[in-house]
């Protein structure tokens, strides 16, 4: 199989490269294609790559374009992971947010709304280089916010453009640990919402929930990083397991005031460790070194003022483990590959999963994947306390899609007037200006 990788000068990169090099099995990944507009970064990345290979039999050919066509051609699965306008732009929606009195995180609020107004030109034109260059391609969307893109996207591709995330996998895995157990073929989760914005509502381990087990226990539910971040009392009192972004809702005020209090917003610190690793990489013995101290770096610091906002203080080294988004991706494309009848937790249209959302409304929950692509299991619940807030948020995709494709800043302002993280048809409003005068992308909005 050959493997093209949208944005493949990135710093995820050589963790779909590991979980290549770890596939053993038969009808593996053989051809990887880097496409990136740094070419500086594309060299140090094969050299990153090239260390990880060493003593690897077979390990996969990369080859690297700064041409996108190039690069697509002969594809037969793509993954897009770009991020328009680097961290300097999501470094001034932080900024922008918080001159405004509100949460400026990249993909919540109006930060994912000032962030997918940059991106979805970009993945539009190349979802349909994509269906002319490489029309039997499956498009695997890493790019956030990942559940607006993946239904933008789907305009053009239909089914053959799936959305992936770590958040809810990752969360799993954490809560399992903390029972003492491990992931495994035995495990089956539910899981049901948006991208960043759902909960596990089930944890069934040989056909047994093990949630009200979890439940029941404080001490394990607060031995892992979610449950520090919610707190006990609070996650026994929804009943269900929060994804970690919804901190950002449940705990708005003490996320804002801390992200106020703060020396530096987090794209500013990744921004300057970005730069310094990029340098230092580019000259380096051994690269790869480099690069797994800079990801350890970044895991300890993720989600920082959240979690100072409720006084949780270090990471533990657990929760520094990759949340595992490359072995969801390479679960998928063996399960498309292979028609393998993979179980997995997907951004996909609801095609009536959430009976109260329409058929092409991109959500996450969980899914058999086989070589017709990915299909939700029927049933995904989400808790009743969270319809409105998928209901709305949902709307809010919608808009910005609108916004994004077609031009309208009456959809932007739409978007960002009813998310639940903006308060003030006026503070919108002055948002949006400030994003068109900042990011001269957003010219087209008019």
Sequence with gaps: MRLTIIGGGGFRTPLVHAA???????????????????????????????TQAQGVPDAPTVTT??????????????????????????AHDELIGLAHGVIGQETVGFGGISYALRTLPTVMRLAELVKRVAPDAWVINFTNP?????????????????????????????????LGLPAGPNVEVDYAGLNHLGWVTSLRVDGVDRL?????????????EEGRLFGADWIQTLGVLPNEYLHYYSYRR??????????????KYLLEQQTAFWSDAHGAPDPLAVWEAARLDREATYMATSRDSVGMGERNADDLVSGGYENVALALMRGIAYDEHSRLILNVPNAGTIPWLDDTAVVEVPC????????????????????????????????????????SRAAALRALAHHPLVDSVRVADALLDSARATFPELAYLD
């Design 212 to 224: 009200p087990e979890l439940l029941a226990r404080p001490r394990q539910i607060e031995a892992f």
């Design 146 to 178: 990942a559940g607006l893109v993946t239904e933008a996207m789907a305009q053009v591709l239909g089914n053959r453009v799936i959305g992936i995330c770590d958040s809810p996998i990752g969360l799993a895995r954490r809560a399992l640990s903390a």
């Design 254 to 267: 003490e996320v804002l005031h801390s992200d106020q209090l703060a020396s530096h917003t987090r794209a």
């Design 368 to 407: 058999i994947v086989d070589a017709a692509g990915a299909h939700p299991i029927p049933g995904a619940q989400v808790p009743d306390f969270g319809r409105g807030l998928v209901t709305t948020v949902k709307y809010v995709e919608r808009e910005t899609i609108e916004a994004g494709i077609g031009g």
């Design 65 to 90: 374009h700064t041409d996108l066509a190039e690069g697509l051609r002969g594809a037969d699965f793509v993954f897009s992971a770009i991020r328009v306008g680097g961290f300097e732009g999501r």
């Design 20 to 50: 290549l090099l770890r596939d053993r099995e038969p009808g593996r990944v053989t051809s990887v294609a880097l496409v990136d507009t740094d070419e500086a970064r594309l060299r140090t990345m094969t050299r990153i790559l090239a």
